[in-house]
């Protein structure tokens, strides 16, 4: 891994890209991971177990897809209303599309922030989650402690994130779909200017993962750590306890 910083993760870029494919987003992520991306937050709200009366906060939520998994198995399990779930971005047409994807039912605040500098109370949440995020986040170690910041002593903090795959042949082969193939397709459907789904892959492969992620998050003030390679690992779910 590329330890030195190429790609622009500034906050005006990153959020006009995402600006751009708000449009497209769900329907890109649905179609380029052949729908599997619905299994990770699947087994990640498993992993977390939230219970009845829990504070979950998600960050970098995109069009709420983790945050509206929550709210779908706290209410199939304890009834509706039962957590109170806030969903931020710093992204405001990606807020404006989830806000579209939930009725009256699914008890979710949606506010635009940036995961930098929450505008949350110390020790607020129980459950805190990034999912497909925290690499984009310009400051990763500050991100990671603000994420453990408004996380309760004894809650978890929970990130889902690509990463590469250490099995070979898939190792390659992986490599290579995800650095050739496809950006192209992305970029081809997706339409924008601010070439995203190239930026997909340089911002995954530079980004710290596995152990690196896992020591990152101590550092944080998190303990406990442990990470959970996903689909052969081209995403891994990393957890730790505050």
């Given at each position: 891994?590329?330890?030195?910083?190429?790609?622009?993760?500034?906050?005006?870029?990153?959020?006009?890209?995402?600006?751009?494919?708000?449009?497209?987003?769900?329907?890109?992520?649905?179609?380029?991971s052949m729908?599997?991306?619905?299994?990770?937050?699947?087994?990640?709200?498993?992993?977390?177990?939230?219970?009845?009366?829990?504070?979950?906060?998600?960050?970098?939520?995109?069009?709420?897809?983790?945050a509206i998994?929550?709210?779908?198995?706290?209410?199939?399990?304890?009834?509706?209303?039962?957590?109170?779930?806030?969903?931020?971005?710093?992204?405001?047409?990606?807020?404006?599309?989830?806000?579209?994807?939930?009725?009256?039912?699914?008890?979710?605040?949606?506010?635009?922030?940036?995961?930098?500098?929450?505008?949350?109370?110390?020790?607020?949440?129980?459950?805190?989650?990034?999912?497909?995020?925290?690499?984009?986040?310009?400051?990763?170690?500050?991100?990671?402690?603000?994420?453990t910041r408004?996380?309760?002593?004894?809650?978890?903090?929970?990130?889902?994130?690509?990463?590469?795959?250490?099995?070979?042949?898939?190792?390659?082969?992986?490599?290579?779909?995800?650095?050739?193939?496809?950006?192209?397709?992305?970029?081809?459907?997706?339409?924008?200017?601010?070439?995203?789904?190239?930026?997909?892959?340089?911002?995954?492969?530079?980004?710290?993962?596995?152990?690196?992620?896992?020591?990152?998050?101590?550092?944080?003030?998190?303990?406990?750590?442990?990470?959970?390679?996903?689909?052969?690992?081209?995403?891994?779910?990393?957890?730790?306890?505050?």
């Open positions: 891994m590329n330890t030195t910083a190429q790609v622009d993760k500034s906050s005006s870029r990153v959020r006009k890209m995402f600006g751009e494919i708000a449009p497209q987003y769900d329907r890109m992520n649905h179609l380029l729908n599997v991306d619905r299994l990770w937050r699947w087994r990640t709200v498993r992993k977390l177990r939230p219970q009845k009366g829990n504070r979950i906060l998600d960050v970098c939520t995109g069009t709420g897809d983790l998994a929550f709210s779908k198995h706290c209410r199939r399990k304890f009834g509706p209303n039962s957590v109170k779930i806030s969903a931020t971005d710093f992204c405001p047409e990606m807020l404006e599309i989830g806000k579209t994807k939930i009725g009256p039912e699914t008890m979710i605040e949606f506010s635009e922030a940036d995961a930098q500098s929450l505008p949350f109370l110390d020790n607020e949440f129980d459950i805190v989650t990034v999912a497909f995020g925290l690499r984009n986040v310009t400051d990763t170690d500050l991100g990671l402690r603000e994420l408004v996380c309760r002593p004894g809650g978890q903090v929970a990130v889902l994130e690509f990463t590469t795959p250490r099995i070979w042949p898939i190792r390659p082969l992986y490599q290579w779909y995800f650095r050739n193939v496809l950006p192209k397709i992305g970029q081809r459907l997706a339409r924008n200017n601010s070439a995203a789904y190239e930026y997909l892959p340089s911002s995954v492969g530079e980004f710290p993962m596995y152990q690196a992620l896992a020591d990152r998050m101590q550092q944080s003030g998190l303990q406990q750590v442990v990470f959970y390679p996903l689909t052969l690992g081209i995403a891994t779910l990393y957890v730790g306890v505050k």
